[in-house]
T-cell receptor, first 112, second 116 residues
Framework: KQEVTQIPAALSVPEGENLVLNCSFTDSAIYNLQWFRQDPGKGLTSLLLIQSSQREQTSGRLNASLDKSSGRSTLYIAASQPGDSATYLC???????????FGKGNQVVVIP | DTGVSQDPRHKITKRGQNVTFRCDPI?????LYWYRQTLGQGPEFLTYFQNEAQLEKSRLLSDRFSAERPKGSFSTLEIQRTEQGDSAMYLC??????????????FGEGSRLTVL
């Protein structure tokens, strides 16, 4: 069974600092990896998708990378803002498995 | 709005009652997923459909749970004889999927179930 670990589980940073969120998979045979944002009581919003032929994706202040050999992904958020406060979830599709496996998330608070 | 739509957003019910949730996926998406999420946890896979065919069910989906996707469009998730342990957020997602691959998943806002 694929297990996904996200470290740290929770963190607080002052506004303006860069955020680095980590995700690791027990099975590194990942072909798609997605990072999501979830606000309290809400659904999941897709932030970035790294497809099988890619190693990283960027959108605005967000950058996500995937190292398939080690089964690790990192989400980098530059110059954090209070509006970035949320839970960030990573999830991956494995080859031969048609379900996204999720971590428990990184709960982020950006202090003004 | 062309995103994934779920209804109702909130449902409070008494133990033993039946509840049904509906999901309308993005129109061109052939694959639809149901996930369940409890507080502080990541979403857990329940089941998925490729068009109208239910291709996989998690062991989390007991006999009290049933899901359908008639005509490969909207989907319903029914829980019979609800228990307090069923209290959770039920999330629906859709994507374009092939035999062994799937694209970016888009989620709805979820249906929150509270069983008293």
């Amino acid at each position: 069974k694929q297990e996904v670990t996200q470290i740290p589980a929770a963190l607080s940073v002052p506004e303006g600092e860069n955020l680095v969120l980590n995700c690791s998979f027990t099975d590194s045979a990942i072909y798609n990896l997605q990072w999501f944002r979830q606000d309290p009581g809400k659904g999941l919003t897709s932030l970035l998708l790294i497809q099988s032929s890619q190693r990283e994706q960027t959108s605005g202040r967000l950058n996500a990378s995937l190292d398939k050999s080690s089964g690790r992904s990192t989400l980098y958020i530059a110059a954090s803002q209070p509006g970035d406060s949320a839970t960030y979830l990573c999830a991956g599709f494995l080859y031969g498995n048609n379900r996204l496996a999720f971590g428990k998330g990184n709960q982020v608070v950006v202090i003004p | 709005d062309t995103g994934v739509s779920q209804d109702p957003r909130h449902k409070i019910t008494k133990r033993g009652q039946n509840v049904t949730f509906r999901c309308d996926p993005i129109s061109e998406h052939n694959r639809l997923y149901w996930y369940r999420q409890t507080l502080g946890q990541g979403p857990e896979f329940l089941t998925y459909f490729q068009n109208e065919a239910q291709l996989e069910k998690s062991r989390l989906l007991s006999d009290r749970f049933s899901a359908e996707r008639p005509k490969g469009s909207f989907s319903t998730l029914e829980i019979q004889r609800t228990e307090q342990g069923d209290s959770a957020m039920y999330l629906c997602a859709s994507t374009i999927g092939g035999q062994e691959v799937a694209g970016e998943l888009f989620f709805g806002e979820g249906s929150r179930l509270t069983v008293l």
